[in-house]
């Protein structure tokens, strides 16, 4: 596994389970990354010195101006703190999901007039958003990881408005350790949302068990994604 021309810097905005786990394979790849997390560049010390010389800590608004792709994995609620001028004409890439017992109530996606992604393009403006990564286990992203070819290589959905953003993505992905599925627009991003069939329990070796710990991922290939995204059911927005 190894980078694709032209990115050399992955930027974080938020550094916890997803991001820490990105991180990890963006370096084993070959790229340098840029952590930023909301309580300052001195909380990640620790994460900094387990990745090594290509690991610096710095502020949301410096993680978003270095990254040639920055991946926005903060809660919910918190998407309109992400900054917006740094991130003009960039690929961004949105981890999101929404818990409504976290982010409180939003009327558009429960309605289904939004998607939790549309809802970080809209606040963005011009940087083009793609979705990726929300819908595995943080530790199934780490072990699933395969090098391009390997027969029990795994693959992520993404989505998103910009097919240029989509190639990027899709290369980065490959570099890191997956294939992909493109779902579609971000219009259809609600298809590896939270309590859809794409959602998490696709990437278990079997289901889990409460109180248990959680099962090991299994390799899942692009056909048993591709099936699962043509499963969701939405209720038409009201």
Avoid: C
């Avoid at 900094?48 to 978003?64: D, F, N």
């Avoid at 970080?120 to 990726?132: E, F, P, R, Y």
């Amino acid at each position: 596994m190894s980078k694709q021309r032209g990115v050399d810097t992955i930027g974080l905005i938020g550094s916890g389970n997803i991001g820490s786990v990105v991180a990890r394979l963006a370096v084993a790849a070959g790229y340098n990354v840029v952590l930023s997390n909301s309580r300052g560049p001195e909380t990640l010390s620790d994460l900094v010195s387990e990745l090594g010389p290509r690991a610096r800590a710095a502020t949301p608004a410096e993680a978003a101006a270095a990254g040639d792709i920055v991946v926005v994995t903060v809660p919910l609620r918190a998407y309109r703190s992400v900054p917006v001028e740094p991130l003009a004409g960039k690929v961004v890439i949105d981890t999101n999901n929404y818990y409504p017992e976290r982010d409180g109530r939003i009327g558009e996606l429960d309605s289904g007039a939004a998607t939790v992604s549309g809802l970080l393009q809209q606040h963005l403006g011009s940087a083009k958003v793609v979705k990726t990564f929300n819908n595995i286990f943080y530790k199934h992203l780490e072990s699933l990881a395969r090098p391009t070819g390997a027969a029990d290589r795994s693959a992520l959905a993404i989505a998103g408005d910009d097919p240029a953003a989509k190639a990027v993505v899709t290369a980065f992905l490959d570099a890191i350790g997956y294939d992909t599925v493109d779902a579609g627009p971000l219009a259809e991003s609600w298809r590896f949302e939270r309590d859809m069939p794409a959602y998490g329990l696709i990437y278990f070796s079997k289901m889990p068990v409460p109180g248990e710990a959680w099962p090991d991922g299994a390799p899942t290939p692009a056909s048993k994604v591709e099936s699962a995204l043509a499963a969701g059911k939405r209720q038409a927005a009201t």
